[in-house]
């Protein structure tokens, strides 16, 4: 095959939602389809003490949250799809909104009975930042919905996207009958109990078809009047508004039931984009393009604690990947052969031979890859829209047993090396300050430096309400912050000069003294 064709047929996405709209069972159906496990099913139950292959961590597993970001390649048709999976507790966003720089379309999924809910809101915003065309999923038709007309109301209200229904559901609950296809005019029919196999499901064509009447009784008719009020009340679907992220088709299931997971990947593996361009500071970077190209968005230490290792997950851009290339780093200045990148099959890694464009490769990490980092084929470029956001809550962490110090530091390093939290070391003593965006990242930090560095440690109160990278363009306006404000001042994990500010009063007052030092939200390299 061509290196275009390879290229043309992926499909690289990831599932938003709020927790418990079904993500996961979505993910395990998906993986139904693509072969990619041989029974949906057994991968998770919360209760039943089993574990989507997605959710590695003790942690998760304890907590029934997906902390960490897996990815998935499974074949669908003539297509590949790549899903990323996305941390689902809110205390993530930031990962979560790495992760979504590294796709290519969303799907939505929301649960029928609930509608639009807030996590979904705050991903909606982050899709936006970069044009993301959203496919939409409304999940667990299998029990009392809302009224679904309204449930698309309040889509195209609350998250100002147009709604283009692509399958209609017939009836509810108890009794779900099965959906129609507006595009090929057919239903299909539910049968329930099948949520652990591909079944056969029994399609009839054409709405006026008399089968559908013996079928579905008097549901048949009122479906006939109800696509009516449908087609008026809705809109078509579009090509073109879809991929600027300003329609989403719309599709109803239940992916417990495994119904309609199919009709969605029809859907997405039709419409959605294959892989697409990236802006560097130079310029844009295509797909198109042969020669090697690809990002960092997430780095994770021990994965599997077979390979004590660290990962860093590269989103290839352009090119191709084979085993044993050398790739040159722009940031360190240096050309590094990679002989053992890593794919993942739901959580399950082998090496791999080949990759292009639109894939996900790993990368072990033995300190020298950052988040946000590029990797080409020589050329010096830095792809550009992957930030680190600065903390909002900050903790002394200190060590129960003083004498594992360098432990814990080389712990702290690597762990801030993913981004969830970042490690500040003030200049003037030998504090050790946890920042993180949410509140559980502690409970993740210290759970993690027990199980995967074997060091014991406990949080202090620390007086530091913000954080801000700070730069300017002659290093004499850095000295002369530094002799006003050391206390203040720290080295962040990767080394770079911060702000410790102990109230926002003291950072704004420590800008306006010092108007040539730049005081960063957020920080790319
Ligand atoms: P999440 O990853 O988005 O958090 O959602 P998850 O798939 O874990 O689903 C949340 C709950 O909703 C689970 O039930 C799951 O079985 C259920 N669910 C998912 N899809 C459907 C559906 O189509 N219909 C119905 N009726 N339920 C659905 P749970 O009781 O919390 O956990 P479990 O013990 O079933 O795993």
Same mark, same amino acid.
Do not use: E, N
């Given at each position: 095959m061509t290196y275009q064709k390879e290229v043309d047929k992926r499909r690289t996405f990831a599932i938003i939602s709020h927790?418990? $709209? /079904?993500k996961t069972t979505i993910t395990e159906k998906v993986l139904l389809f693509g072969n990619?496990?041989?029974? $949906? /099913?057994?991968?998770?139950g919360k209760k039943s003490g089993q574990h989507a292959?997605?959710?590695?961590m003790e942690m998760e597993k304890e907590r029934?949250?997906?902390v960490t970001t897996s990815v998935m390649q499974f074949p669908y048709g003539d297509n590949l799809v790549n899903l990323l999976d996305t941390p689902g507790h809110e205390d993530f966003s930031e990962d979560t909104y790495r992760t979504l720089t590294a796709v290519d379309s969303c799907l939505m999924v929301i649960d029928s009975a609930k509608g639009v809910e807030a996590r979904t809101i705050k991903l909606m915003e982050v899709t936006r930042l970069r044009t993301t065309p959203i496919i939409t999923f409304m999940n667990k038709l299998d029990r009392d919905i809302r009224d679904p007309l309204e449930l698309l109301d309040e889509v195209e209200d609350v998250l100002n996207i147009k709604c283009a229904p692509i399958t209609w559901p017939i009836g509810m609950g108890k009794e779900f009958k099965g959906v129609y296809h507006l595009l090929r005019d057919e239903t299909i029919l539910y049968q329930t109990g099948q949520g652990h196999t591909i079944q056969d499901s029994k399609v009839i064509k054409g709405l006026d078809n008399p089968e559908l009447d013996e079928a579905i009784g008097s549901y048949a008719e009122e479906l006939r009047e109800m696509l009516e009020l449908v087609q008026g009340a809705s809109h078509e679907f579009d090509q073109e508004e879809f991929l600027r992220g300003e329609l989403t088709p719309v599709f109803f299931g239940t992916a417990l039931g495994n119904f309609g997971v199919d009709h969605m990947l029809d859907g997405l593996t039709e419409w959605a984009p294959k892989p697409q361009a990236r802006q560097t500071h130079d310029r844009e970077v295509s797909s198109e393009e042969s020669k090697f190209t690809g990002f960092i968005f997430k780095i994770q230490a021990n994965m599997d604690p077979k390979h004590r290792d660290r990962i860093a997950f590269c989103r290839i851009v352009s090119g191709k990947y084979e085993k044993g290339m050398k790739l040159h780093q722009p940031r360190i200045g240096k050309d590094v052969r990679i002989s053992d990148a890593v794919t993942f099959l739901a959580g399950d890694r082998s090496v791999l031979e080949e990759a292009y464009a639109g894939d996900i490769i790993g990368l072990h990490n033995h300190g020298t890859i950052q988040i946000g980092d590029t990797f080409t084929s020589g050329e010096k470029l830095q792809f550009t829209g992957i930030p680190n956001f600065a903390p909002e809550l900050f903790k002394r962490i200190r060590l129960r047993?003083?004498?594992?110090q360098k432990q814990l530091l080389k712990g702290l390093i690597q762990l801030s090396e993913e981004g969830a939290v970042q490690v500040f070391r003030p200049l003037i003593n030998n504090d050790l300050i946890v920042g993180a965006v949410g509140v559980l990242q502690f409970d993740v930090v210290v759970a993690r430096l027990k199980a995967e560095y074997n060091v014991d440690a406990l949080y202090e109160h620390v007086n530091v309400t913000t954080a801000r990278w700070v730069s300017a363009k002659e290093q004499k306006h850095l000295d002369e912050l530094r002799r006003k404000s050391e206390v203040n001042l720290a080295l962040d994990g990767g080394d770079n000069l911060t702000y410790i500010a102990p109230t926002m009063v003291n950072l704004s007052i420590t800008q306006e003294r010092h108007p040539d030092v730049t005081f960063h939200q957020t920080r790319e390299h």
């Open positions: 927790p418990d $709209a /079904g990619a496990l041989q029974t $949906a /099913g057994t991968v998770k292959k997605s959710d590695w029934g949250i997906s047993d003083p004498l594992k």
